[in-house]
Nanobody, 119 residues
Framework: QVQLVESGGGLVQAGGSLRLSCAAS????????MAWYRQAPGKQRELVAA???????RYADSVKGRFTISRDNAKNTVYLQMNSLKPEDTCVYYC?????????????WGQGTQVTVSS
């Protein structure tokens, strides 16, 4: 199996910064695209940012210019640097990974990490 372990969430004031990390471990042939999603209570989970194996990135319009996604392939880790945080960024953030294994290819999810931005 594959495990995704997130860290770095917490409470921050508006305008502050946080850095989320997500480390993948387990039996993998290749760690393909990785992404961060977020979900607020009563709302659908939405894509925040994604990064391909080759490094190309895409972002939700709401976070462009404030958030940066990056990855360290040697460590099987993806990061989300969040700057200029706003109260509306308050959500549970989930790591997602597209993983190729000997038995096929599928998505895996982390357990989620809470980010709370106070006004």
């Amino acid at each position: 199996q594959v495990q995704l372990v997130e860290s770095g969430g917490g409470l921050v004031q508006a305008g502050g910064s946080l850095r989320l990390s997500c480390a993948a471990s387990g039996s993998m042939l290749r760690l393909n695209a990785m992404a961060w999603y977020r979900q607020a209570p009563g709302k659908q989970r939405e894509l925040v940012a994604a990064i391909a194996l080759g490094g190309s990135t895409r972002y939700a319009d709401s976070v462009k210019g404030r958030f940066t996604i990056s990855r360290d392939n040697a460590k099987n880790t993806v990061y989300l640097q969040m700057n200029s945080l706003k109260p509306e960024d308050t959500c549970v953030y989930y790591c997602n990974a597209d993983v190729s294994r000997w038995d096929g290819r599928r998505d895996y999810w982390g357990q989620g990490t809470q980010v709370t931005v106070s006004s």
